[in-house]
Antibody, heavy 124, light 108 residues
Framework: QLHLQESGPGLVKPSETLSLTCSVS??????????WGWIRQAPGKGLEWIAN???????YYNPSLESRVTISADLSKSQFSLTLRSVTVADTAVYYC????????????????WGQGSLVTVSS | ETVLTQSPAALSVSPGESATLSCRAS??????LAWYQQKPGQAPRLLIY???ARATGIPARFSGSGSGTEFTLTISSLQSEDFAVYFC??????????FGQGTSVEIK
C-alpha cells in the first residue's frame, strides 16, 4: 500500500515562493502505473489539480497555474516536489500529493493514494 | 477544459435510505470518471473509477454508472460513516484533470 507524506512550511509571505515535498513509500517510485501529482483545496472549496510528473521526468501542468508552477521528481529519494512562485492569498489551501494511475505513462487517470494534506497559508 | 457540474449541492438523507448524486460533464468524457468521498479534515478517498468500477475495499453499497456526459453515484442504505462530501473527477480530457464542486450528503 502506497503511503504519501507532504512536508514544507505552513506559512508563506505574499509574492514569495511556496515549496512542498512529497515522500513516497510502500511501493516503487518508478512504477510504470503511477504519475505523481499535486492537488489543492482552498478553505471550504473544491479540488484543483495542479501538476503531475512521471518517473521519466515527463511533466504536465494545469494551464491556469503553469506560468508559476514547477514539479520535479527525485528517484533516488522517492520524492517529488512542487514549487509555486509569486504566491498571493488566493493560493492559501491544503495541498495534497497523490498517486495518479496510468496504464502506460501516456494519460493520467484517477487519484488512488493521497497524502494527508499540508495547509499552506499565504499571509504577511 | 471540461467542466463538471454536480447536483444537488447538498442532500439530506436518513440513515438506511439511498442517495443518488449526479455529475454532468460539459463535453463527453467517455467512461473516464471517478468519484471520491471526503470527510472533514481528511484527504479524499477514491470510491469509483472508470465510471463504475469500485476501488479496493469500497463496499458494494456504492455504485457508479453513466458514460459520455451524465454520471450517477448511488449510495444504497446509507450508513453513518457515509455522510461526507462527494466529488467527481474526469480524466478522459486530460490535461487538465478537473473536479466537480462537490455534493454534501447530510443526515436528515
Amino acid at each position: 500500500q502506497l503511503h504519501l507524506q507532504e512536508s514544507g512550511p505552513g506559512l508563506v509571505k505574499p509574492s514569495e515562493t511556496l515549496s512542498l515535498t512529497c515522500s513516497v513509500s510502500g511501493g516503487p517510485f518508478n512504477s510504470i502505473f503511477h504519475f505523481w501529482g499535486w492537488i489543492r483545496q482552498a478553505p471550504g472549496k473544491g479540488l484543483e489539480w495542479i501538476a503531475n510528473v512521471y518517473h521519466t521526468g515527463k511533466t504536465y501542468y494545469n494551464p491556469s497555474l503553469e506560468s508559476r508552477v514547477t514539479i520535479s521528481a527525485d528517484l533516488s529519494k522517492s520524492q517529488f516536489s512542487l514549487t509555486l512562485r509569486s504566491v498571493t492569498v488566493a493560493d492559501t489551501a491544503v495541498y495534497y500529493c497523490a498517486s495518479q494511475y496510468t496504464s502506460g505513462g501516456e494519460t493520467a487517470e484517477y487519484f488512488e493514494h493521497w497524502g494527508q494534506g499540508s495547509l499552506v497559508t499565504v499571509s504577511s | 477544459e471540461t467542466v463538471l457540474t454536480q447536483s444537488p449541492a447538498a442532500l439530506s438523507v436518513s440513515p438506511g435510505e439511498s442517495a443518488t448524486l449526479s455529475c454532468r460533464a460539459s463535453e463527453s468524457v467517455s467512461s473516464g470518471l471517478a468519484w471520491y468521498q471526503q470527510k472533514p479534515g481528511q484527504a479524499p478517498r477514491l470510491l469509483i473509477y472508470d465510471s463504475s468500477a469500485r476501488a479496493t475495499g469500497i463496499p458494494a453499497r456504492f455504485s457508479g454508472s453513466g458514460s459520455g456526459t451524465e454520471f450517477t453515484l448511488t449510495i444504497s442504505s446509507l450508513q453513518s460513516e457515509d455522510f461526507a462530501v462527494y466529488f467527481c473527477q474526469q480524466y478522459n480530457n486530460w490535461p487538465p484533470s478537473t473536479f466537480g464542486q462537490g455534493t454534501s450528503v447530510e443526515i436528515k
